[in-house]
């Protein structure tokens, strides 16, 4: 079970490349950006709708995308239904790891090492897993962080994707705004939309299967 730290760890720092960024002083007056290649376009990290990526806070070498409503970006007040932050980090070649043992990589997350490996500061006192599910060949997993949020503005409550793709463990985030936070529902949904967008762009057969 814990091969599943080892092997994420290598690339999980990289969630938090948005750093202390204020939700506010992302973006600036851009045409829209649907998608953007990662690792030279072996992967593609793709939006769903009413969301843009977000260039400047992107690492494309690293295999890092954020994600916003493209209101942010374009300085208008439209935003999508799901309001809400976004980031994909896709793994180096060769990490994928969530289908050879998908039970066994549920049940971890709900471990102290697990627990760990979701907080934003690697302290798992921090942080209350309130549920964990397969869908889409993912692993999917919500819960609360007590410590500051990676982005200011954003809400404790996480909703987080783990799957392969391409031979790549790939990890899906997804918060509210503090101000306007997404409910249990809302941000399955958002977090499944985002899911849904990444697997048909990287031509990737969704197999629903819940737990």
Known sequence: MFSFAGKYIVFGAAL?????????????????????????????AAVPEGYCIETKASKPRSGFAVMVGCGVIAG????????????????PAGSAIVAEDPDGFEAFLSTTAGETLLSVNGN????????????????????ADQAAPPVAGLQTTEWRAFVDIKGRLTTIAVRGMAETPLTASQGQALLESVLASMLANNQIAETVVET
């Open 76 to 91: 208008t007040n439209d935003r999508p239904r799901l309001n809400g932050f976004a980031t994909v980090q896709v793994g």
């Open 16 to 44: 938090l490349v948005a750093g202390c960024a204020e939700i506010g002083s992302l973006g600036a007056p851009t045409p829209p950006t649907p998608a953007l290649a990662l690792y030279g376009g072996d992967v593609i």
């Open 124 to 143: 798992a006192s921090t942080v209350s897993v309130g549920g964990v599910k397969q869908t889409s060949g993912a692993v999917t997993v919500r819960f």
